[in-house]
């Protein structure tokens, strides 16, 4: 009798458990009690009423559905947010034996947007978190502006050479709403979403998705413009045509349409010109450059990236055609897909000058020029998707594939000489040599990530793992025929000729594959622990063989050189375990780490000898992120991080590049790894009652072991041994080699401060920096160190005052001071101003005037280049039809037919100034139509802080919030 009841009970028990521990799920429906639409987009919370900490967020999809699912049995709370909508909150209950409620209606606020004083001033922009958030209705433009002439008017953001830089970091991303546009292309997203859009533009550092599922920063994020959209825009069609012809035989045709439907986002771009016009960013996969044939010194090592400037339109005279496609949709409930194509073809032909200073050791100088012409026929396919499929509210599968592909013709005539002294004459002249390069190359980039996030019941208890892939390819034949003079030292001597006709085929590919592992853990009331494993293993083979002409019996390319043939291949293993911890709390966002890795370089020549390296790297690498929220509008944010960096298999390759035989370059396989050390600091504030904001940005970086270049410049014929045999470099050439050196870092500092002049209706930014760049290289044995000091000040005054008149004045001014180490003598300085007015007025009728003038002085450059000019440019017009929906416009480009393009480059061994030919004077007629479509007044989204999640789901909702995985607030266990 007791066994038996002792069963019972236990059977009991089990029944209990069994039903008590069964999971549910609540859904509903929300509509609008107007017109009975769906209200898509609304912020949804479900909270336990025993335990408040059950806390959950999820938004409506473009049905007005909303789930819940995984949930324990028991009574909630839940509660409707919409912005323009009444709060709704009702008692729901999980358990019973229907999960869906029906629909749920929600009533417009009797407090509308009609009601609200439009006098007011509108806030600019808004700290909310680590997200500044900038309101579009606060920088008016006209009708027809882009999303870039938006954002040039906002505080803290500018476009620098086509660069859009956001509190002094590049903008590597721009999302639409959460979602990808375009992929990683900035360019293709600002210059074709048309501002009238545009309701908000958020600034963030958009963690990994990985990252974003933990809350732990993995180093991998990027700096991030996500684009929220007016709610009476986001359904309908919109886009514009365009279509001009013009003196010289230019021309352009554009077209963008946008067809918007809820969650449901498709965009189609073409474009066809010769006006220089690329709204996108091309991938160089096979290292094409620009096209043009200039060769770019720096040894095997990478190029010498000193600080210096570009300023002008783009460098050359080129026409583009591309095709571009994206689509955005959710599948059902658990599905959304993102994918983009891009194809684009473009000829350039670049013409130009350069001047050149090298820095010797001792009180000699080498100067450099070269005057070169270069055509490019470069054509590239870029495909992008990303997959998310949310199996539950627990489990995730992200797969991001992306695949580039590009085939490029080139081909560039260069004529080079070498002096002693800054005036080319006679007796200064080292050598000369005229240069004829063929190029064909192809190659392709494919990358993939397959990721899995599962988060426990167990608030803050996660576990994710990423898989990547990643293979290329680079195949290209040149053709280089060169005469090179060489003066002889005496008279008594006779020149020097060398002629070189060579066929060259490299044939290089790479695979690497990588996994990475996290787990984390909630530890107490505010706090959660990471433990994480990442293996990557990556193999890059390069094949290079060399044929001379066979003059004697002209039979084509058959002589076969060793100089100049290498067959290398090599492996990089590292194996990183990490340990990390996160403490978080309304004001406070801690996140400190410490990573040990250990890491393997293996190389290995197989032709034309035998060799191989074989070292071993152990490394600890800390980091650590600090946000602390000193209120809803002051944020300072804190980021210090070490990582490592492997050279390249063209910095390990040892084969001699004669592309150019006065600018010889080399690799070395002796090279260890970087260990880069990288901190700054970014502070925030804004003040809404007097619209005010302050953004300051402090960086930092040192490198260790840094690759720089080891060059020999000869100042007499020199021997040298290359793959074991004797060569002869001759006097003036140069040969770099790239080295392992210390001293490299580079510090900037930043200001921006930006507020409205209510009496004129206008806006104003202010903005000022200062930077040190240090270079370290050896020059003919000796050490050297280039140093470049910066300062720059810069001015924004834009109106505000209607879409029929726009206006923006810019002024900027830099001085750049360098020094080297081992001729002070030739240290210099160089100081250039920027000055432009945009204007554009509808004044009668329809008609406009656009006018915009550029002003740029330089002082301190090379005298053999003009160091001032001025770009004018006018349109006039008159708009057409219904709605103003057409325009036709005759356009005057360079007016004053004096546009150039100068760049001043300061790198490690050189100081160089080049001005290179680019689009001049043309006038065109051009008409252009607008399409504006949209479907009535759509519900937006209550105003939500956008975590970085790239699923383009909103944690947090109203406000921000914590981590996917963890509740707001501290990590609390269920």
């Known amino acids: 009798m007791n066994s038996f009841r002792s069963l019972l009970a236990i059977s009991l028990l089990f029944i209990l458990n069994t039903a008590f521990a069964q999971e549910f799920k609540i859904s509903g429906t929300l509509v609008n009690s107007t017109d009975q639409s769906p209200l898509v987009g609304a912020a949804v919370k479900l909270a336990g009423i025993r335990d408040s900490l059950k806390v959950t967020f999820t938004t409506s999809d473009n049905l007005g559905v909303f789930q819940f ?22 008692q729901v209950f999980a358990g019973g034996k229907s999960e869906d409620i029906g629909s749920i209606v929600v009533n417009p606020s009797s407090t509308n947007l009609n009601s609200v004083d439009i006098n007011s001033t509108t806030v600019r922009a808004e700290q909310k978190g680590d997200t500044t958030q900038y309101n579009a209705s606060a920088f008016k433009v006209t009708q027809d502006a882009t999303t870039e002439d938006l954002i040039k008017k906002m505080p803290g953001i500018t476009v620098e050479n086509g660069t859009v830089k956001a509190h002094g970091e590049d903008v590597k991303k721009v999302l639409v709403d959460g979602k990808q546009f375009f992929g990683d292309d900035p360019s293709a997203t600002l210059k074709n979403l048309p501002a009238e859009v545009v309701d908000k533009i958020q600034v963030f550092d958009k963690l990994s998705d990985q990252a974003s599922w933990t809350g732990f920063d993995d180093g991998s994020g990027q700096k991030t413009l996500n684009i929220v959209t007016k709610r009476s825009r986001n359904n309908g069609q919109f886009g514009k045509f365009s279509a001009g012809y013009g003196t010289d035989d230019r021309y352009m045709l554009g077209a963008n349409v946008n067809f918007f439907n809820g969650q449901r986002r498709i965009t189609l771009l073409a474009m066809s010109n010769n006006v220089n016009q690329q709204n996108f960013s091309a991938d160089d996969v096979i290292g094409s450059g620009s096209g043009s044939g200039g060769n770019q010194p720096g040894g095997g090592g990478r190029p ?21 496609f994206n689509y955005t949709d959710a599948w059902g409930t658990k599905l959304n897909v993102n994918a983009s194509y891009f194809w684009n073809q473009g000829n350039t032909t670049t013409n130009k000058i350069t001047n050149r200073q090298y820095i010797l050791n001792g009180a000699s100088s080498q100067y450099y020029d070269e005057l070169s012409n270069a055509t490019s026929d470069n054509m590239n396919h870029r495909l992008n998707m990303r997959i998310e499929y949310n199996i539950d509210t627990n489990n995730s599968i992200i797969l991001s594939p992306r695949l580039s592909i590009q085939d490029n013709t080139s081909k560039s005539i260069l004529n080079d000489t070498t002096a002693s002294g800054p005036e080319f004459i006679p007796s200064n002249i080292l050598n000369l040599s005229t240069n004829n390069n063929d190029n064909r190359a192809q190659g392709y980039n494919f990358n993939n990530d397959l990721l899995f996030r599962h988060k426990f019941l167990k608030k803050g208890r996660t576990f994710s793992i990423n898989l990547g892939t990643s293979l290329t390819e680079r195949n290209k034949n040149n053709y280089v025929k060169t005469n090179s003079l060489y003066y002889a030292t005496i008279a008594s001597q006779v020149n020097d000729t060398i002629d070189v006709n060579q066929y060259g085929k490299t044939l290089a590919n790479g695979v690497t594959l990588s996994s990475n592992l996290v787990y984390t853990e909630p530890v107490g009331k505010n706090s959660q622990v990471q433990v994480n494993y990442n293996i990557s293993w990556s193999k890059n083979d390069n094949d290079k063989k060399t044929y001379n002409y066979q003059n004697v019996s002209d039979t084509g390319y058959t002589l076969f050189d060793t100089q100049l043939s290498n ?90 590049d004669n592309s150019n035989p006065l600018l010889l370059s080399t690799g070395n396989p002796d090279l260890k790894q970087e260990i880069r050390h990288f901190a700054m600091s970014r502070f925030s504030h804004s003040n809404a009652a007097k619209t005010a904001n302050i953004f300051t940005m402090l960086f930092f970086q040192k490198t260790q072991n840094y690759i720089g270049n080891n060059t020999f410049i000869a100042g007499s014929d020199t021997a ?66 280039s140093k470049t000091y910066g300062l720059n000040l810069g001015s924004v005054l834009s109106s505000n005052i209607s879409e029929k008149l726009d206006f923006t004045l810019t002024y900027n001014v830099n001085y750049n001071l360098v020094e080297n180490t081992i001729q002070p003598s030739l240290n210099s300085n160089y100081l250039f101003q920027i000055a432009s007015a945009q204007f554009n007025w509808e004044f009668w009728k329809g008609f406009f005037i656009q006018n915009s003038v550029t002003y740029q002085n330089y002082q301190g450059i090379s005298t053999k280049i003009t160091t001032q000019y001025t770009l004018w440019t006018l349109n006039v017009g008159k708009k057409l039809f219904k709605n103003k929906a057409g325009e036709i416009k005759l356009s005057g480009y360079d007016i004053l037919d004096q546009n150039k393009s100068l760049n001043r480059s300061v790198t490690d061994t050189y100081i160089e100034d080049s001005n290179t030919e680019v689009l001049k004077q043309y006038f065109m007629l051009t008409f252009t139509y607008n399409l504006r479509n949209f479907k009535g007044k759509m519900p937006q989204m209550e105003d939500r802080h956008f975590d970085g999640r790239p699923d383009g789901r909103w944690e947090g909702r109203p406000g921000g919030g914590p981590p996917m995985g963890m509740p707001p607030g501290p990590p609390q266990s269920m």
């Open 69 to 90: 699912a995984n949930l324990p049995r028991g009574p909630y709370r839940l509660t409707i947010t919409y912005i323009g909508f009444e709060k709704v909150e009702k």
């Open 304 to 324: 010498s990236g000193g600080p210096g400037f570009q300023v002008g339109p783009s460098s050359g005279i080129f026409s583009t055609n591309a095709i571009g």
């Open 567 to 656: 067959i290398y291949k090599n492996k990089y293993t590292t194996h990183r375990v990490g340990t990390g911890y996160l403490y978080q709390t309304e004001k406070v966002n801690l996140n400190a780490g410490i990573t040990y890795q250990y890491a393997i370089l293996a190389g290995n020549t197989s032709f034309p000898f035998d060799d191989s390296t074989h070292r071993t790297f152990n490394n600890i690498l800390p980091n650590l992120m600090l946000n602390y929220k000193f209120s809803k509008v002051t944020n300072l944010r804190v980021v210090y991080r070490a990582s490592t960096n492997a050279p390249s298999t063209g910095q390990l390759q040892k084969v001699i």
């Open 720 to 785: 040298f041994l290359v793959n074991g045999d004797s060569a002869i470099m001759k006097r003036g050439a140069q040969l770099s080699v790239p080295k392992n050196l210390d001293g490299a870092w580079n510090a900037r500092a930043l200001l921006t401060v930006g507020f409205p002049i209510k009496p004129i209706k206008c806006n104003i930014n202010f903005n000022t920096g200062i930077s040190y760049n240090q270079i370290p290289s050896l020059i003919n044995g000796k050490a050297n160190e």
